[in-house]
């Protein structure tokens, strides 16, 4: 008995010219399939074939995922289950023709766009590394269906593209944190050892407008002062300078950056002004500034600087780590409000000229060496910022469910890209919107004051970095290239190996940690 399948019928026009699949029984009582008569599966024991076909894919490490593309009606999970019992099972489609088999999987992506006809998923890359997490994707074994292959020749290609994005991303991701991590380590110790003045925000049900500073940011700041009343106003740190510039003061900045330059960008609230400061335990601030200003924790419920504030400070507003200021600033003010979120210059694109609105600090310092034959224009055209972390921020924001709750907001700004369900609207649709809600009551802050003891404080911290060293949740912070290699080769000959260079690294990150808290 066959069965044909049309693409027409699942509402879908294929990238292939033409799709004729064929799903008929076998002769051990199973199914098999074929896609423009090429066979996905026998047609005697399609289950035995997925065995062999699984039984000789060779894994060389222990992986906490197993990611196969294309497998048609999934005859191959029984055998993984078998062979990977720890390890989570995921597919990609191609098709939406065997959907009715993907309840039996633990997660399903597909290589196809579900709403434009003829494309694929843009999306797939960020929805692959979404749900593994760069521990993941560098945990992960990935197979491909090798009859889909040849039936589905351009989504192959393509997810195969896809994987390799997210795996690229996964490095980079464990790069960062093996640079950074005794440094974020270090940017919460100063925390904990500085703040004095401890601020909480309660939820309020205004509107709430945040400001990053992309060049679309200047077409908003007349009305950001027209209507600077009706709304709670959150700035990234890198919008606070211009924003002060045309005297504007937010009711939070917000920060998340470890580095020197989000010192920087942060450092003119120290001549004067009372801007609340939002930090993260791994955000970069002078200790001057923790010691004289009104700080806001943020807690991500993770790793070495949570247990480190906690210890010292003990509370804070939960936040989300996702890579990006902007982001964990949108996640915030959603927490904040039951009102509308507004985003003013967030441009997320790649151009020649100023990326920020001027007066940046990066821009300030730099102008410092132009020179008759390094002019600014010369310096700035030949600027090039990472192009692939703003795709990987602009692919966050378009794939993420606000649940219609944050808009992008600009004087009728020409973005270069939009961002998926995100709705560019311009000052006339916020004025008709907040007609209803300007008068709602804002988040509210409340004050407390530390009285810290350095010598306590300092002793508390010795000892919670000693007893925390062989603990998983340190290792994975300290030492993550090093943490996955040990997760990859658990159970093989391989680990104790593993298990000496994680020991030899968390003695020096714990040294070096010793050493920053007795200066």
């Not at 005859?75 to 489609?93: D, G, H, I, S, T």
Request: charged share 25%.
């Amino acid at each position: 008995m066959q069965s044909h399948v049309s693409a027409g019928e699942y509402g879908f026009v294929f990238l292939e010219d033409k799709v004729d699949i064929v799903i008929q029984n076998t002769s051990n009582g199973e199914q098999s399939c074929s896609v423009n008569n090429i066979r996905l599966h026998s047609l005697y024991n399609p289950s035995k074939e997925a065995s062999r076909f699984i039984e000789s894919s060779v894994c060389p490490f222990n992986p906490k995922y197993v990611l196969i593309t294309e497998p048609a009606l999934s005859y191959c999970v029984k055998p993984l289950k078998e062979k990977f019992p720890q390890a989570r099972l995921c597919c990609v489609r191609f098709t939406p023709a065997f959907n009715q088999w993907n309840k039996i999987w633990d997660k399903v992506f597909n290589a196809y766009n579900k709403t434009e006809e003829s494309s694929v998923n843009k999306n797939l890359s960020e929805e692959i590394f979404s749900y593994m997490g760069e521990e993941g994707v560098s945990q992960c074994f990935f197979i491909s269906w090798n009859a889909s292959e040849k039936a589905f020749e351009n989504f192959h290609q393509f997810t195969w593209n896809e994987i390799k994005k997210a795996v690229l991303k996964s490095q980079s991701v464990l790069a960062t944190r093996n640079y950074f991590a005794k440094r974020w380590t270090k940017n919460a110790l100063r925390f904990s050892l500085f703040a004095e003045k401890i601020a909480a925000v309660s939820k309020g049900k205004c509107d709430i407008v945040i400001c990053a500073s992309g060049p679309s940011l200047l077409s908003s700041i007349d009305n950001i002062k027209k209507f600077r009343d009706s709304f709670f106003l959150i700035a990234v740190s890198s919008a606070l300078r211009p924003l002060v510039a045309c005297g504007i003061y937010p009711d939070l900045c917000i920060s998340t950056d470890g580095g020197y330059w989000a010192k920087k960008h942060i450092s003119f609230a120290l001549n004067g002004n009372a801007v609340p400061l939002a930090l993260s335990g791994e955000s970069g601030c002078f200790a001057s500034l923790l010691a004289d200003h009104n700080v806001v924790p943020l807690l991500y419920g993770d790793g070495t600087s949570e247990d480190i504030l906690k210890s010292t400070i003990g509370k804070g507003l939960p936040a989300r780590r996702n890579g990006s200021v902007s982001g964990t600033a949108a996640e915030l003010a959603l927490s904040l409000t039951s009102g509308d979120v507004y985003f003013c210059g967030l441009d997320l694109s790649f151009s020649k000229g100023h990326v920020h609105m001027q007066p940046n600090e990066l821009e300030i310092n730099d102008a410092i060496h132009d020179t008759r034959t390094r002019t600014m224009e010369t310096r700035v055209s030949s600027q090039s910022i990472n192009k692939a972390s703003i795709d990987i921020y602009r692919s966050w924001f378009s794939t993420t469910d606000f649940k219609g709750r944050l808009y992008r907001l600009s004087n009728r700004y020409k973005y270069d890209s939009t961002l998926g369900s995100i709705k560019d609207v311009d000052w006339i649709f916020f004025e008709s919107r907040n007609r209803e809600s300007h008068k709602q009551e804002k988040p509210e802050f409340t004050y407390s004051e530390r009285d810290i003891n350095p010598k306590k404080d300092t002793e508390r911290l010795v000892e919670l970095c000693k007893n925390n060293i062989t603990k998983k949740n340190w290792i994975k912070e300290a030492v993550p290239s090093e943490y996955v290699v040990l997760e990859r080769t658990t159970g093989t000959p391989a680990e104790e190996k593993s298990q000496r260079i994680v020991s030899e690294g968390m003695k020096d990150f714990l040294n070096d940690i010793l050493r920053a808290i007795h200066r």
